[in-house]
């Protein structure tokens, strides 16, 4: 139970710095010159935005892992990838789609005489995004991104269908053992609501941190 | 968009056919040989949306209107009553209905049946439903309190007021999050596979068990993807399109 609840916050925890590093480099692709480029980014993120996360938590591991695998002597096939890696890869690109989603939307409701500002100074258009474009879409899409992690925390609960440990499979398999699922039931609950909790407070207190003064209530 | 999914659709499928053994049939006529069960099994995922966003709209209203009530012994339990539904995980939602309600229910006319795919539209709703409620909520409170004070000057009570006033002006804002939560439910009706409902996904590992082969592995879940983003693509397009219309230019 309590490996389950460890695997739970470890996926989270991966999943939430995956899922934010990609929605920073793909909003970052977003401002390319090249169009081909937008046009991937822009095709990633709707497709998976709009498929369903546990279809393709079963197209990657069910049929991507397939072929990444080595055939030992006896003829049996070895992933090289474990069950754990494959939820975390899928995990991170469904939530990092909404992510790049956020910061795009963000980043357009930066006026547009900033950026024309920083390039006027002399940035470069990556110094403009590192220090400039990118901390003010930050802050814009800061609620949004809120909600997307906590939804990508409870999103987690789908790496039961890949038999990874975490929370929910390791308390199915409690309750196949003992008979007690009310009680595990609540438990679950219990711990979920306890894991956001602390996700939202955390979230909070860096939104307090960064907040830009005399913006917002 | 269309260009793109077709693109990927194609490239499985010719990877997949480049690893057919010979002798055994192509990938696109086994495809087409499923597509008839399969497109069964997702018009129940579609209808499996329907009935629970029916469900779970209707209790959510209900759950809205005790939010914004003013008494606090009302706002206060309907409060935590949504907060449990709506941070807890879809998946466990639907474990809590599935294990928890019995199969059939007794009642002195008969035994009414309870079929799991019941049992799984009821735990979609109960998610549903709490987020429904917030949308109801932020949509109601997005109007200006000075409706209210006319309302009330004019000698509305409050079910009339809400009724005849501000409903009628906060359902243009409660649309485009009301279809995107919609198109979320679409996708996780899938949820229901894990439980054992004959949907569209359960229905995919059965065609690939019975199959057998490996390579038909990536067109088959890529099959099923490409559906679910034809369907839900389209919502998603025109509930920006309803965004725009009806934000205020800022």
Redesign the interface.
């Known amino acids: 139970m309590l490996h389950g609840f460890e695997m739970t916050v470890w996926l989270s925890i991966v999943t939430i710095a995956a899922s934010t590093l990609i929605g920073v480099i793909g909003v970052w692709l977003l401002g390319t010159r090249w169009r081909i480029v937008r046009q991937i980014i822009t095709a990633y993120v709707q497709f998976f935005r709009n498929t369903p996360p546990l279809v393709q938590l079963y197209f990657f591991f069910f049929a991507l892992s397939p072929l990444l695998s080595t055939h030992s002597a006896d003829g049996l096939r070895h992933p090289l990838l474990n069950n754990v890696f494959w939820a975390s890869l899928s995990l991170s690109l469904f939530a990092g789609a909404f992510n790049v989603e956020i910061f795009r939307s963000g980043i357009e409701a930066i006026p547009r005489t900033t950026l024309e500002a920083a390039e006027s100074l002399g940035f470069s258009r990556l110094q403009s995004f590192v220090r400039i474009m990118f901390p003010l879409a930050f802050r814009i899409g800061l609620p949004a991104f809120t909600n997307n992690i906590v939804n990508l925390v409870k999103t987690t609960s789908l790496a039961y269908a890949i038999a990874v440990p975490e929370l929910l499979y390791a308390s199915s398999q409690i309750w196949s053992d003992e008979l007690n699922v009310p009680e595990m039931m609540v438990f679950i609950l219990i711990a979920y609501i306890i894991l956001v909790a602390i996700v939202v407070w955390a979230m909070e207190l860096i939104e307090k941190r960064l907040r830009i003064p005399g913006y917002g209530l | 968009?269309l260009f793109?999914?077709i693109l990927?659709f194609a490239g499985s499928v010719a990877f997949a056919q480049a690893q057919t053994a010979a002798g055994e049939p192509g990938v696109l006529a086994t495809l087409a040989k499923w597509t008839p069960l399969l497109f069964h099994g997702f018009l129940f995922n579609i209808a499996i949306s329907v009935f629970s966003m029916a469900l779970g709209s209707l209790f959510g209203v209900v759950l809205g209107i005790f939010l914004i009530s003013r008494r606090v012994q009302v706002e206060r339990p309907a409060y935590w009553f949504m907060?449990?539904f709506r941070?807890?995980?879809?998946?466990?939602l639907m474990?809590?209905v599935m294990?928890?309600t019995p199969f059939q229910f007794h009642t002195p006319f008969g035994t009414i049946p309870f079929p799991d795919w019941i049992k799984a539209t009821v735990g979609l709703a109960l998610p549903v439903m709490a987020n429904v409620s917030e949308i109801f909520r932020g949509g109601v409170v997005s109007l200006p309190y000075t409706q209210w004070e006319a309302a009330q000057s004019l000698g509305f009570d409050y079910l009339q007021t809400l009724r005849l006033i501000i409903v009628p002006q906060a359902v243009k804002r409660m649309l485009p999050p009301w279809m995107n939560l919609y198109?979320i439910l679409?996708?996780?009706?899938?949820?229901a596979?894990?439980l054992g409902v004959t949907e569209v996904?359960t229905l995919t590992?059965n065609v690939?068990g019975a199959e057998g082969r490996?390579e038909l592995?990536?067109p088959?879940?890529?099959y099923?993807?490409v559906w679910?983003?034809l369907y839900?693509?389209p919502i998603?397009v025109y509930t920006k399109r309803l965004e725009r219309r009806f934000s205020v230019a800022s």
């Open positions: 968009m793109f999914s990927f907060q449990i941070n807890a995980p879809w998946l466990v474990f809590f294990y928890l198109a679409t996708q996780s009706t899938t949820l596979s894990i996904l590992r690939l490996t592995l990536m088959f879940y890529g099923v993807l679910f983003f839900c693509y998603a």
